[in-house]
T-cell receptor, first 114, second 111 residues
Framework: AQTVTQSQPEMSVQEAETVTLSCTYDTSENNYYLFWYKQPPSRQMILVIRQEAYKQQNATENRFSVNFQKAAKSFSLKISDSQLGDTAMYFCAFIAYNNNDMRFGAGTRLTVKP | NAGVTQTPKFRVLKTGQSMTLLCAQDMNHEYMYWYRQDPGMGLRLIHYSVGEGTTAKGEVPDGYNVSRLKKQNFLLGLESAAPSQTSVYFC??????????FGDGTRLSIL
């Protein structure tokens, strides 16, 4: 079974600075998707970014980018120019192609300090 | 466009009571999912459906039943609630290999 590990339960960053959240996963699959979801105190699950495993190019969405290392099974999220609104829980998630069992990490609680 | 709507948003039950959580989506998505989220853990899949009239077990199905009688609705039932089922429940839906869209969650407390 696939597992997703987020080794940083909590992190903090000063406003306007850059922070990187770590995620590793374990799978025998070759084709899969990886995601980062943001969960603010409102409890919504908001998709931040998605990476398809067959794409070598790292995904970017405005201030959010990933460092996808397929051989190392690593998928980190970099948040540039951190804003107070980035304060939230961040979950890394994995799902194999044509599969319905998405696996989540335990989450990293990020606090952006003014 | 409402997206994914969960009803109710909050509920308190006594041990042994039954209840049904409703998930409705207006995006014509084929796939629908029920997850639970417990403190210190990510979401875990309870059951899912790949289309009207079909359901399948996820990672943690015990103690729950589901039904998908209409494409837009996915119901999660607890026949005899237990304190271990105290959790936040999320419904999600998707089309094809697109990302899942999540509802706002239901906080369920069982005393």
């Amino acid at each position: 079974a696939q597992t997703v590990t987020q080794s940083q339960p909590e992190m903090s960053v000063q406003e306007a600075e850059t922070v990187t959240l770590s995620c590793t996963y374990d799978t025998s699959e070759n084709n899969y998707y990886l995601f980062w979801y943001k969960q603010p105190p409102s409890r919504q699950m908001i998709l931040v970014i998605r990476q398809e495993a067959y794409k070598q190019q790292n995904a970017t969405e405005n201030r959010f980018s990933v460092n996808f290392q397929k051989a190392a099974k690593s998928f980190s999220l970099k948040i540039s120019d951190s804003q107070l609104g980035d304060t939230a829980m961040y979950f890394c998630a994995f799902i194999a192609y044509n599969n319905n069992d998405m696996r989540f990490g335990a989450g990293t609680r990020l606090t952006v300090k003014p | 466009n409402a997206g994914v709507t969960q009803t109710p948003k909050f509920r308190v039950l006594k041990t042994g009571q039954s209840m049904t959580l409703l998930c409705a989506q207006d995006m014509n998505h084929e796939y629908m999912y029920w997850y639970r989220q417990d403190p210190g853990m990510g979401l875990r899949l309870i059951h899912y459906s790949v289309g009207e009239g079909t359901t399948a077990k996820g990672e943690v199905p015990d103690g729950y039943n589901v039904s998908r009688l209409k494409k837009q609705n996915f119901l999660l039932g607890l026949e005899s609630a237990a304190p271990s089922q105290t959790s936040v429940y999320f419904c999600a839906s998707k089309w094809g290999n697109q990302p899942q869209h999540f509802g706002d969650g239901t906080r369920l407390s069982i005393l």
